[in-house]
């Protein structure tokens, strides 16, 4: 029996090929669930989580909230302004005494990379990774890879163009090392200065020119630019961004003509991708949204559904 | 399951022709009991009650020359032991693309045994539709029911005890048509 060997969803560079088919598989069974008149199942009753989001969030939140309820969990929301968090208290007391009172898993969104991680060490209960810092975003990166499947049948072989500010994003680093496991070939472009350079390390190909990056591409996946996290002069400029990277028509008729193209929200239409485009008929951003419901609900039956 | 001992096949109890003399005869039964096909609809329980579901379709399509809706039910988030069962089984894909308010609804399993599965089944069902009838066809029943459920066409009744095992076999998973009895062994016993 195929099983999900851990307590926590952290990030996908330690997720193995196996875990991800598990969870992508039990994925298209939840997807079912969401096309029925009720799309509430009693698999997680009397399972608590608790939704700890120390940074704005809709969709992941919303996306979290639904995942819980169409399973059946409680679920109790701590948010930074109204936590004890403004009083002093660490992030570690408020967990424990949280965790104390009865919650089973915790979700978490925190600005600092590795906050996720450093509960989970402290923590019995599972803690899933709804984003830290520009870390990794796991829950994103697994419903991208669940849209790509659900439509090209396998991610082997799938030629992948990631464009945008790759530097600041942690949903790029999930789906760059979920699609590697996966067997994708994955293409990085953007400005140089947007460019880590561990993606080469790890088998990317990079480019600076979107035309090469787009050629052919079985997916392009384009990045929200995120002009809050911009400092210094890394980057360019909206217009000399504009000219140089956003994702158009033109641009979009180089990839394989059933090419996707996603985005993981929110968007800055006019600025990273034209509006024609994302409301076009490649255009699966609409899709991921209740792909991601799927995904999440998967994960928390992977992680709680059994017994202890 | 190994940490109980192993299981040895006792008894054949059915072979491939009693398997679709019965699966025959009750086909005919459905048609016969609800005066009709009108509003019937199958619904096979994952994942051997899938083919004897599609198998009864097939028969009741050759008698009437009606084809009867099929579809399949995953049960896995609807059990009562989920919590406390040391595994987490697979959750697999559940087909019902038609609406089933009002319908005649025949649940198909292979084995009825503690009821807890058709339990389950029915709770799942609910929640596409209110179907007007929920009959239940099985191909064995073994008893030990632990709830108020009883089978209203069964292909075989088969007494056991609590330690042995029924296996039903189909072709289209097993690659062989029968019905085993199996008996778990004492541990340490050869």
Same mark, same amino acid.
């Given at each position: 029996?195929?099983?999900?060997?851990?307590?926590?969803?952290?990030g996908?560079e $330690?997720?193995?090929?196996?875990?991800?088919?598990?969870?992508?598989? $039990?994925?298209d069974?939840?997807?079912?669930?969401?096309?029925?008149?009720?799309?509430k199942?009693?698999?997680?009753?009397?399972? $608590?989580v608790?939704m700890?989001?120390?940074e704005?969030?809709t969709? $992941?939140l919303?996306s979290?909230?639904l995942? *819980?309820?169409? %399973?059946s969990?409680?679920t109790?929301?701590v948010?930074?302004s109204?936590s004890?968090? #403004?009083k002093?208290?660490?992030?570690?007391?408020t967990?424990?005494?949280?965790?104390?009172?009865?919650?089973?898993?915790? #979700? %978490?969104?925190?600005?600092?990379?590795?906050?996720?991680?450093?509960?989970?060490?402290?923590?019995?209960?599972?803690?899933?990774?709804?984003?830290?810092?520009?870390?990794?975003?796991?829950?994103?990166g697994?419903?991208?890879?669940? @849209?790509?499947e659900q439509h090209?049948?396998?991610?082997?072989g799938?030629k992948?163009?990631?464009v945008?500010?790759?530097?600041h994003?942690?949903?790029?680093?999930?789906?760059?090392w979920g699609l590697?496991? %996966?067997?994708?070939?994955? @293409?990085i *472009?953007?400005?140089?200065t947007?460019?880590?350079p561990?993606?080469?390390?790890?088998? *990317?190909?990079?480019?600076?020119?979107?035309r090469?990056?787009?050629t052919?591409?079985?997916v392009?996946?384009?990045?929200?630019?995120q002009?809050?996290r911009?400092?210094?002069?890394m980057?360019p400029g909206?217009r000399?961004?504009?000219?140089?990277?956003?994702i158009d028509?033109?641009?979009i008729s180089?990839?394989?003509?059933?090419a996707?193209?996603?985005?993981?929200?929110? %968007?800055?239409?006019? #600025?990273?991708?034209? @509006?024609?485009?994302a409301?076009?008929a490649?255009?699966?951003?609409l899709?991921?949204?209740?792909?991601?419901?799927a995904?999440?609900?998967?994960?928390?039956y992977?992680?709680?559904?059994?017994g202890? | +399951?190994?940490?109980?001992?192993?299981?040895?096949?006792?008894a054949?109890?059915?072979?491939? &022709?009693?398997?679709?003399?019965?699966?025959v005869?009750i086909?005919h039964?459905?048609v016969?009991k =609800?005066?009709?096909?009108?509003?019937?609809?199958?619904?096979?329980?994952r994942?051997?009650?899938?083919p004897?579901?599609?198998?009864?379709g &097939?028969?009741?399509e050759e008698?009437?020359?009606?084809?009867?809706? =099929?579809?399949?039910?995953?049960?896995?988030?609807? /059990?009562?032991?989920?919590?406390?069962r040391?595994?987490?089984?697979?959750?697999?894909?559940?087909e019902?693309?038609f609406?089933?308010?009002g319908?005649?609804?025949?649940?198909?399993?292979?084995?009825?045994?503690?009821g807890?599965?058709?339990? &389950?089944?029915?709770?799942a069902?609910?929640d596409?539709?209110?179907?007007?009838?929920?009959?239940? &066809?099985?191909l064995?029943d /073994?008893g030990h029911?632990?709830l108020?459920?009883?089978?209203d066409?069964?292909?075989? =009744?088969v007494p056991?005890s609590?330690?042995?095992?029924?296996?039903?076999?189909v072709?289209?998973?097993?690659?062989?048509?029968d019905?085993?009895? +199996?008996?778990?062994?004492?541990?340490?016993?050869?």
């Amino acid at each position: 029996m195929p099983e999900l060997a851990r307590k926590d969803v952290l990030g996908l560079e $330690t997720m193995s090929r196996q875990e991800i088919e598990l969870v992508l598989h $039990t994925a298209d069974s939840m997807r079912e669930v969401l096309d029925r008149p009720i799309t509430k199942v009693p698999a997680l009753r009397g399972r $608590t989580v608790l939704m700890m989001f120390y940074e704005p969030s809709t969709r $992941t939140l919303a996306s979290f909230n639904l995942a *819980c309820k169409n %399973m059946s969990a409680d679920t109790v929301s701590v948010s930074k302004s109204s936590s004890s968090l #403004v009083k002093g208290e660490s992030l570690r007391d408020t967990i424990q005494n949280l965790e104390s009172m009865g919650a089973d898993a915790v #979700v %978490m969104r925190h600005p600092s990379a590795g906050a996720p991680h450093y509960i989970a060490r402290n923590i019995e209960g599972s803690v899933l990774n709804a984003g830290d810092g520009a870390h990794e975003h796991p829950t994103q990166g697994l419903l991208d890879l669940f @849209t790509i499947e659900q439509h090209k049948g396998s991610l082997e072989g799938l030629k992948v163009a990631i464009v945008g500010d790759i530097l600041h994003s942690r949903v790029a680093r999930s789906n760059i090392w979920g699609l590697s496991t %996966m067997g994708a070939d994955v @293409t990085i *472009c953007g400005p140089s200065t947007l460019i880590p350079p561990y993606v080469t390390e790890i088998g *990317c190909t990079v480019t600076h020119d979107v035309r090469e990056a787009v050629t052919d591409a079985d997916v392009i996946y384009v990045l929200r630019i995120q002009l809050e996290r911009q400092e210094g002069s890394m980057f360019p400029g909206a217009r000399e961004y504009r000219r140089l990277f956003t994702i158009d028509a033109e641009r979009i008729s180089l990839a394989s003509p059933d090419a996707l193209l996603m985005h993981p929200g929110p %968007m800055n239409r006019g #600025v990273e991708i034209t @509006t024609d485009v994302a409301d076009g008929a490649q255009s699966v951003i609409l899709e991921q949204v209740p792909n991601g419901v799927a995904v999440r609900m998967a994960l928390l039956y992977l992680l709680l559904g059994g017994g202890e | +399951m190994s940490s109980e001992g192993q299981l040895k096949v006792k008894a054949q109890i059915m072979d491939g &022709a009693a398997i679709r003399r019965s699966l025959v005869r009750i086909s005919h039964e459905i048609v016969e009991k =609800n005066k009709g096909v009108q509003d019937i609809v199958l619904v096979g329980i994952r994942r051997r009650g899938v083919p004897l579901s599609e198998r009864l379709g &097939a028969y009741i399509e050759e008698f009437e020359d009606v084809v009867v809706p =099929n579809g399949s039910l995953d049960i896995t988030l609807y /059990r009562d032991d989920l919590t406390l069962r040391h595994d987490r089984p697979m959750v697999h894909r559940t087909e019902v693309p038609f609406d089933i308010t009002g319908k005649t609804v025949i649940l198909v399993d292979d084995v009825l045994y503690t009821g807890r599965t058709v339990r &389950a089944a029915m709770d799942a069902l609910v929640d596409f539709g209110r179907p007007g009838t929920i009959q239940l &066809a099985v191909l064995v029943d /073994r008893g030990h029911r632990e709830l108020p459920i009883r089978p209203d066409y069964v292909g075989k =009744n088969v007494p056991t005890s609590r330690h042995e095992v029924i296996e039903v076999r189909v072709d289209e998973i097993d690659g062989i048509e029968d019905v085993v009895i +199996m008996e778990r062994q004492e541990e340490g016993a050869e």
